[in-house]
Antibody, heavy 118, light 107 residues
C-alpha cells in the first residue's frame, strides 16, 4: 500500500524558515517523480513544484521559486520542502504527492498544516 | 500560467442523480486535464487524467470529456460516497494549475 506521511509543520513567524519532510513507503521511491501541492484555508489548490526521480531536475511555481526548495533522499525514501522567508500567505496545508512524470498526482499524503503568524 | 476556471462552485444533488462539473482553461491544453476528489479524512484521489482516461480504481460512473479549453466531469447515478470537493488540474504545461474547486453536496 502506498503511503506518504508528511511532518514538520506548525506555527512559524513571518520571515522564518521551515523544512517539511515526507516519508514514502509501499513503492520504489527512487522510480518516481514527486511533487508538493498546497491548499489554502480558502481551499485554493496550488502546485509548488516537483523533482525528478533521481533528484537531478526540479520545477517550481514561478511565484515560489526564490523561497522554496524541493529535494529528496532516495536512500531514506524521503522528500523535503525547504521553505524560507515565510509569509502569511504561505499558511496552508502542504501535501506530498507521488507524481506521474510530473504530470499528475496519483497518490497524496494526508497533508501537514503550516501557519505563519506573529 | 494557464488559468483554470471551474463551474459551478457548489452543486447539490441526490443519490441516483447525474451531475456535471465544468472546467475551462484560459488557453488550449489539448487533452491534458485531470480530475481529483477530496473528502474529509481521506487522501485526495486522482480520478481521471488526459481528459477522459480513468485512473485505476475509479468507478465507471465517472467520465471525463473535452479537449482544448473546455472539459466536463460527469458522475452518473451518484453514490453517497461521491459527495465532496472536486478539482480539475491541467497537465499540459508548467506550472501545473488547478481549478478553484466544486463542492458537491447532498440535496
Amino acid at each position: 500500500e502506498v503511503q506518504l506521511v508528511e511532518s514538520g509543520g506548525g506555527l512559524v513567524k513571518p520571515g522564518a524558515s521551515l523544512k517539511l519532510s515526507c516519508v514514502a513507503s509501499g513503492f520504489t521511491f527512487s522510480d518516481y517523480w514527486m511533487s508538493w501541492v498546497r491548499q489554502t484555508p480558502g481551499k485554493t489548490m496550488e502546485w509548488i513544484g516537483d523533482i525528478k526521480y533521481d533528484g537531478s531536475y526540479t520545477n517550481y511555481a514561478p511565484s515560489l521559486k526564490n523561497r522554496f526548495t524541493i529535494s529528496r533522499d532516495n536512500a531514506k525514501s524521503t522528500l523535503y520542502l525547504q521553505m524560507s522567508n515565510v509569509r502569511s500567505e504561505d499558511t496552508a496545508t502542504y501535501y506530498c504527492t507521488r507524481s506521474y512524470y510530473g504530470y499528475t498526482f496519483d497518490y497524496w499524503g494526508q497533508g501537514v498544516m503550516v501557519t505563519v503568524s506573529s | 500560467d494557464v488559468q483554470m476556471t471551474q463551474s459551478p462552485s457548489n452543486l447539490a444533488a441526490s443519490p441516483g442523480e447525474s451531475v456535471s462539473i465544468n472546467c475551462k482553461a484560459s488557453k488550449s491544453i489539448s487533452k491534458y486535464l485531470a480530475w481529483y476528489q477530496q473528502k474529509p479524512g481521506k487522501a485526495n484521489k486522482l480520478l481521471i487524467y488526459s481528459g477522459s482516461t480513468l485512473q485505476s480504481g475509479t468507478p465507471s460512473r465517472f467520465s471525463g470529456s473535452g479537449s482544448g479549453t473546455d472539459f466536463t466531469l460527469t458522475i452518473r447515478n451518484l453514490e453517497p460516497e461521491d459527495f465532496g470537493l472536486y478539482y480539475c488540474q491541467q497537465h499540459n504545461e508548467y506550472p501545473r494549475t488547478f481549478g478553484g474547486g466544486t463542492k458537491l453536496e447532498l440535496k
